[in-house]
């Protein structure tokens, strides 16, 4: 059974930073691709980052590169977000996914991905 369970959300102020930990289970790792979207009140969701790890390929939206970056431990089997000069604007439910390594990260970002976290809360006060 696939398993993704994301932790390290909370309250953070403006300009800080949090990283978010996605840990995966039920799949061989490698050979997967993991995402992170996001959700704010009343939006859409929207992806935010994805790493592939059998080839290393990573894909950041617009407004997060620079501020944000995506790892993989193949170790531990998680993957990070590193998030830093947080803004307001990107408070959300982060929620992190999971497909089978094989359309660009960029595809699997815009059109969804197969398996999801339950989310976790990032907060960004003003």
Request: charged fraction near 20%; charge should be negative; include cysteine.
């Amino acid at each position: 059974e696939v398993q993704l369970v994301e932790s390290g959300g909370g309250l953070v102020q403006a300009g800080g930073s949090l990283r978010l930990s996605c840990a995966a289970s039920g799949f061989t790792f490698d050979d997967y691709a993991i995402g992170w979207f996001r959700q704010a009140p009343g939006e859409e969701r929207e992806g935010v980052s994805c790493i592939d790890n059998s080839d290393g390929g990573t894909y950041y939206r617009d407004s997060v590169k620079g501020r944000f970056t995506i790892s993989s431990d193949n170790a531990k089997n998680t993957v990070y977000l590193q998030m830093n000069s947080l803004k307001p604007e990107d408070t959300a439910v982060y929620y992190c996914a999971a497909e089978a390594a094989g359309r660009s990260p960029a595809t699997m970002v815009e059109y969804g991905m197969d398996y999801w976290g339950k989310g976790i809360l990032v907060t960004v006060s003003s």
